[in-house]
């Protein structure tokens, strides 16, 4: 179920995106002199704008009802505690954290028409990580061949896709950048205990991506607030499977690699959260709470949404964007998801001021303030295009597939005749 909403930014392909594009992506970073810190007299305003956005959910759906042949639950307590329907769930052991991740970046880099080899660097925001390490990340930056970028997981929980988008902004006002792909990808269901309905009728699983461009069109992400209370870190939880307790016949018997949680204290500290930091980045923007057109807050609890954004705020409800009730709470994925269906519902424009807001274990919390400054408007889907991206595709799951034969390859010999016994690139000793 992938869905590419909105579209093609509009801004011109080579000419308003930033002098640094017009420079190129990767192997020309030596010659972009422009942006904050380029050569004096070389000054040009660099700003980080959003230019194409996708997600993407696994098939199978979930419902309250369903839940109540597997745990003590009712849809009525889901619906009115929660506001939770349904939620989309990775039943197919191929969906993982990384091919969910993979189909949205896809998605996004063609709403841009962006070639996967112009990424400069590609944040994973994921509480379900594909692995400890590698990152899953650079799994995805393979599936998608973004054979020029940087990769790394970014863990701040369900604020992890707004500390990203914090991250893409700074790499691309500091000019190190020119194309950030942004994604928040999970999937819970593989580390929810589904015999504990106090967490598992609130979990789901998908993926929201984003692309984040250097552009010299005035607005974008403008503002970003991030914040972290670790005293509150044993509120929500993985106890198991990390350096502090490692897995053992133990920690798996005792269901310590599944989420545990208080959440009254996490409903409470959340309903604060989420109100004080879009304060805070509303102020840093120096913009009014009635100046904002949409908040897109991360999608927990509708119950916290109400608390915090509309009754402390008094942010109207048509300002408000929830979906939670189709997905449940996708932690990073749930922002990138719903702004694409704000998008599809014709709730954005440009020229509006947006507000994302999250928070999530750490405990963490996280806000950016967006004056959307892209035309939403239909790329052109011909069938040269498609058939294009296919074989962009395939020509990356072939390069992967190659390099891991010569590496299988290599293996096969003593490390002292490879390169004729020369040690390897990067070899200790
Ligand atoms: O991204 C961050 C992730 N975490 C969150 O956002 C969690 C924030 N917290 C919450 O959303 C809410 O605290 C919950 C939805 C988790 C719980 O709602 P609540 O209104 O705070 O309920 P509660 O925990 O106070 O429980 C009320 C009752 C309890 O029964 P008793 O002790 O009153 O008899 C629970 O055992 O509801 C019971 N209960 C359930 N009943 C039916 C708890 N879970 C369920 C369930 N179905 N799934």
């Known amino acids: 179920m992938s869905e590419q909403q909105g579209q093609q930014p509009n801004i011109p392909a080579n000419g308003a995106l930033g002098n640094g594009h017009r420079n190129g992506s990767n192997g020309n970073r030596e010659q972009r002199s422009s942006g904050p810190n380029g050569p004096a007299g070389a000054f040009s305003p660099r700003f980080a704008q959003i230019v194409g956005w996708g997600y993407h959910v696994p098939e199978k759906v979930i419902t309250n009802f369903d839940l109540e ?3 003590d ?3 009525e307590w889901i619906r009115s505690r929660t506001g939770i329907e349904e939620r989309h769930v990775a039943a197919a052991p191929s969906e993982t954290s990384a091919s969910l991740g993979i189909l949205a970046g896809r998605a996004a ?3 841009a028409d962006v070639n996967p080899n112009k990424v400069d ?14 990152s899953t990340a650079s799994i995805i930056q393979d599936g998608l061949g973004a054979s020029n970028a940087g990769a790394f997981d970014l863990s701040a929980a369900c604020s992890g896709f707004v500390y990203a988008l914090s991250m893409a902004r700074g790499h691309i006002l500091a000019g190190d950048a020119e194309y950030v792909l942004v994604i928040g990808a999970e999937t819970l269901s593989r580390i929810v205990d589904w015999t504990d309905r106090a967490t598992c009728v609130l979990f789901g699983d998908g993926a929201g991506a984003v692309l984040v461009a250097a552009s010299d069109v005035p607005g974008g992400i403008t503002a970003t607030v ?5 005293s509150g870190a044993d509120l929500l939880t993985v106890p198991a499977g990390g350096s502090a307790m490692p897995a053992s016949l133990e920690t798996v018997s005792s269901g310590g690699h599944y989420i545990k949680m208080d959440g009254t204290a996490v409903f409470r500290f959340a309903t604060r959260v989420m109100a004080e930091a879009t304060r805070q980045v509303l102020g840093k923007a120096g913009l009014g709470v009635d100046e904002v057109d949409l908040v897109i807050p991360h999608q ?3 119950r916290i949404i109400q608390n915090s954004v509309l009754k402390q705020l008094k942010i109207p409800e048509e300002k408000v964007f929830i979906n939670l009730q189709k997905y449940g709470n996708t932690s990073t994925a749930s922002i990138p998801i719903a702004l694409c269906e704000a998008i599809a519902a014709g709730r954005i424009k440009p020229g509006d001021n947006l507000v994302f807001v999250g928070f999530g274990a750490g405990l963490t919390w996280a806000a950016c303030a967006i004056k959307w400054s892209v035309p939403i408007a239909k790329p052109e889907a011909t069938w040269w295009r498609n058939t294009q991206r296919q074989a962009t595709y395939q020509a990356a799951a072939a390069r992967s597939m190659w390099k891991r034969a010569i590496r299988r390859v290599y293996s096969q010999f003593p490390a002292e005749s490879r390169w004729g016994g020369r040690k390897e690139e990067g070899e200790a000793g």
């Open 226 to 230: 991030l914040g972290s209370d670790g």
């Open 109 to 111: 880099l063609e709403m």
């Open 300 to 302: 927990a609890n509708v």
């Open 69 to 71: 042949q597997i745990v």
């Open 121 to 134: 660097l590609i944040i994973c925001a994921t509480s379900s990580p594909e692995h400890i390490f590698p």
């Open 73 to 75: 639950t009712q849809d």
